[in-house]
């Protein structure tokens, strides 16, 4: 198998969290390097995997912090309670959507402009 062949295959099998690792490492895009930088860096990569802390697995998710820390406690409830008010002014927001306007002048489900009673009929503006 080519060198080419080999990095590219190396590459597609990883995941996106160690492409955008091993690219970090190249200081760029790792394909973009030539055959040989490629090979250095996996084998520099892998001489000192040892020194990199992968015991520690970190969820990005805020329902999964459990910390006895009082100020992240306090956060998630504040989280917590903002989700609540924003899911409430949604539903409020969707039901006065869906109010229909009701004519003035003959109580259809019509705005006063758009009523049939009025078509034609001028409307008399008064100025001061």
Same mark, same amino acid.
């Given at each position: 198998m080519l060198p080419v062949t080999q990095i590219d295959t190396f590459y597609n099998g990883l995941t996106l969290r160690h492409r955008d690792t091993i690219n970090a490492?190249?200081?760029?895009?790792f394909m973009k390097r030539r055959p040989e930088e490629?090979?250095?860096?996996?084998?520099?990569? *892998?001489?000192?995997h040892n020194d990199w802390d992968t015991f520690v697995q970190r969820n990005e998710s805020s329902s999964f912090i459990t910390s006895s820390n009082p100020e992240i406690a306090s956060l998630k409830l504040q989280m917590e309670e903002m989700n609540r008010n924003l899911t409430r002014m949604l539903q409020i927001n969707q039901q006065v959507n869906?109010? *229909?306007?009701?004519c003035e002048t003959c109580g259809g489900p019509h705005s006063y402009n758009d009523c049939p009673a009025t078509v034609?009929?001028?409307?008399?503006i008064y100025a001061v």
């Open positions: 490492a190249a200081g760029g895009t490629c090979y250095d860096l996996i084998e520099n990569m *892998t001489a000192h869906s109010v *229909t306007p009701s034609g009929q001028n409307q008399n």
